[in-house]
């Protein structure tokens, strides 16, 4: 029997003190996020490539440690496909994990002035009804928290 899917979205933006050349370089690069994000333990490139359309795709294996109650965390591999538009200054990023678990980040990275730089962040989350709330709050979090980490670090390391 196949699970209800529910299908929720946000959006999340911030400003961050660092040319746009910059912030989108360092973003890009999987590997900080490590340091950025609360749930990621590592991440390591499985495979790179261009698409049919030409974009640059790699799909990264990430291992993250999702907390369930109080102190009780889940270990947790999946898969990521991130595709770098950098003519657009765009990264969309893929996610598909156990059970029928679906994340589609898109983050747009424009230059607000000379040295600002606007990250919208747009998610959609395909997850089973009964899962839905906690994984949509779980991403959310976790994101705000990867968006004011790269916010604070990246304007500390400017000054």
Same mark, same amino acid.
């Given at each position: 029997m196949n699970a209800i899917?529910?299908? %929720?979205?946000?959006?999340?933006?911030? @400003? @961050? &003190?660092? %040319?746009?050349?910059?912030?989108f370089s360092f973003f890009s690069d999987l590997q900080n996020h490590v340091y950025l994000h609360p749930l990621l333990k590592s991440v390591?490139?499985?495979?790179q490539f261009r698409d049919? &359309?030409?974009? *640059? @795709?790699?799909?990264?294996?990430?291992?993250?440690? @999702?907390?369930?109650?109080?102190?009780?965390?889940?270990?947790? !591999? /999946?898969?990521? #496909?991130?595709?770098?538009? &950098?003519?657009? *200054? %765009?990264?969309?990023?893929t996610v598909r994990s156990f059970p029928?678990?679906?994340?589609?980040?898109?983050?747009q990275f424009t230059a607000? *002035?000379?040295n600002h730089t606007h990250i919208l962040e747009q998610v959609t989350i395909n997850a089973p009804l009964g899962l839905s709330s906690f994984v949509t709050k779980t991403a959310r979090n976790a #994101?705000? !928290?990867?968006?004011?980490?790269?916010?604070? /670090?990246?304007e500390k390391k400017n000054n």
């Open positions: 899917i529910k299908k %929720t979205s946000y959006e999340i933006d911030i @400003v @961050v &003190e660092r %040319t746009l050349a910059d912030v390591r490139i499985a495979q049919e &359309e030409g974009q *640059n @795709v790699t799909i990264f294996e990430i291992q993250e440690r @999702v907390k369930v109650w109080k102190s009780i965390f889940i270990p947790k !591999t /999946y898969l990521a #496909h991130r595709v770098l538009l &950098e003519e657009e *200054n %765009t990264c969309i990023f029928s678990i679906s994340l589609s980040c898109t983050y607000s *002035n000379t #994101h705000l !928290t990867l968006l004011r980490q790269l916010k604070q /670090y990246l």
